[in-house]
């Protein structure tokens, strides 16, 4: 289908309309220069057999801080309905300002996630080794 358009000057309207946009950002997103430095990425998946549970998980998961983390996310979900489980996916992206992250320094990190989580019952992490 065709599209037709024009463009006037507003002086040129026999009406004027009134305009009155106040569309003021409430809060800006200050610019943070990207690191130098490579980043590292570790997968979680957790398997959790009490649905109700999923929201504790969550939150203590968004609640988590550590400067080198620079972003967390699911990417993955599915249910077994069969076995009444669901799976939820996360990947953590570790990244430094002042040096390339060594993968022990990485693979604590990950302990540090797996212990704030480990205070929830019927959650589990299917090939992580118990410390």
């Known amino acids: 289908t065709k599209i037709f358009y024009f463009e006037i000057p507003i002086e040129f ?7 009155q946009c106040e569309l003021k950002p409430t809060k800006f997103k200050k610019y ?9 990425f570790r997968d979680l998946s957790f398997l959790i057999k009490d649905e ?10 968004e609640s988590y801080s550590n400067k080198d983390l620079k972003k967390s996310f699911l990417f993955d979900f599915y249910e077994n309905k069969k076995k009444n489980e669901v799976k939820i996916a996360f990947r953590f992206i570790f990244q430094s300002y002042e040096r390339t992250l060594v ?8 302990s540090d996630i797996v212990k704030s ?5 019927g959650i589990e992490i299917p090939g992580m080794r118990e410390t």
């Open 13 to 19: 309207l026999s009406f004027k309309p009134e305009f």
């Open 103 to 110: 993968d022990k320094e990485v693979d604590n990190y990950v």
């Open 117 to 121: 989580i480990s205070d929830i019952e």
């Open 32 to 40: 943070v220069k990207p690191s130098d430095f490579p980043s590292s």
């Open 52 to 61: 109700r549970k999923i929201d504790a998980l969550l939150k203590k998961l």
